[in-house]
């Protein structure tokens, strides 16, 4: 085994949505894509008062590709036209595989937006290739008892694994493009080596606190890019830590977005706006 060197360090950019704190370090001004991860943003963390609006994301649709969305505190409320509907709380995750095209909502339930509380969410999009833009809508999603924990080095890490294979464990949900994707928890001090199998777009980005990979330090709100030069990532701790971690086949394909659609074509974007204002995508009434 032997370590990849990091190439570049990218500061997540502030982009509020509303009173909703969001910082997003993919695309960012010298990173578009780390195919086939295509965005993140990380909402929060912020403390939401009594009697308060919630998450401002209602109705919208999406067309080719995934979103993962980590609800690290606070809770979540999914309803999508496909007839998906949960409440996720803190430790949950989301799986929704858009697809030929849905409409969906995230919001914040009532009980939320009644009491307020902490709140810090993460939403990551993962391409589609194109065998698979038009595959059926599909949705999971998993309360936290529901994640396996995987205690890395003797307690010193722990990664709650999403989808994919770590030391032996499988995760819950399966990939439709072999996605290997965790939140890895360190203990300030802590020290793990993560797989990084040649070849494989690598995601790591640092939710919060701060370590150091190899002998690059990297702070909260960072997202570190990597060569591939190795096959594992060595990260130790400098304290309390918590990172989003995976990788992935790259799909090699072109990408053509336009708002909440990610496609292959121009032409294609042109025909999921048609689509979706035919009707075609169905519709979610909150």
């Not at 833009?133 to 010193?156: R, S």
Request: proline share 8%; no cysteine; hydrophobic share 40%.
């Amino acid at each position: 085994m032997s370590p990849r060197s990091v190439l570049r360090v990218h500061a997540a950019y502030r982009d509020d949505i509303g009173d909703l704190v969001t910082r997003r370090p993919l695309p960012g001004p010298q990173i578009g894509q780390l195919d086939p991860f295509l965005f993140l943003n990380h909402h929060g963390p912020q403390t939401y008062a009594p009697n308060n609006r919630g998450l401002p994301f209602g109705p919208h649709p999406h067309r080719g590709f995934e979103t993962v969305t980590f609800i690290l505190e606070g809770e979540l409320a999914h309803l999508d036209s496909g007839g998906h509907e949960s409440i996720i709380r803190a430790g949950g995750v989301q799986w929704m595989t858009a697809g030929s095209g849905l409409v969906h909502a995230e919001v914040s339930p009532e009980s939320f937006k009644r009491a307020g509380g902490p709140m810090e969410i993460l939403q990551l999009w993962v391409n589609l290739p194109s065998r698979l833009k038009m595959t059926p809508p599909a949705y999971v999603g998993l309360q936290a008892d529901a994640i396996p924990k995987i205690e890395l080095n003797g307690g010193q890490a722990t990664a709650e694994l999403i989808s994919g294979w770590l030391d032996g464990e499988i995760g819950p949900i399966t990939s439709l493009t072999g996605v290997e994707m965790s939140v890895v928890r360190f203990q300030a001090g802590g020290v793990a080596r993560l797989p990084a199998p040649a070849d494989r777009a690598v995601f790591f980005y640092v939710v919060s606190g701060r370590v150091a990979v190899g002998e690059t330090p990297v702070e909260h709100w960072k997202l570190v890019e990597f060569a591939n030069d190795g096959d594992e990532i060595q990260i130790s701790a400098i304290s309390d830590a918590v990172i989003l971690y995976g990788h992935a086949d790259a799909i090699g394909e072109p990408v053509f977005s336009h708002g909440p659609f990610v496609m292959n074509t121009r032409e294609e974007i042109i025909q999921a706006i048609e689509d979706y204002n035919a009707g075609k995508f169905g519709e979610v009434r909150l």
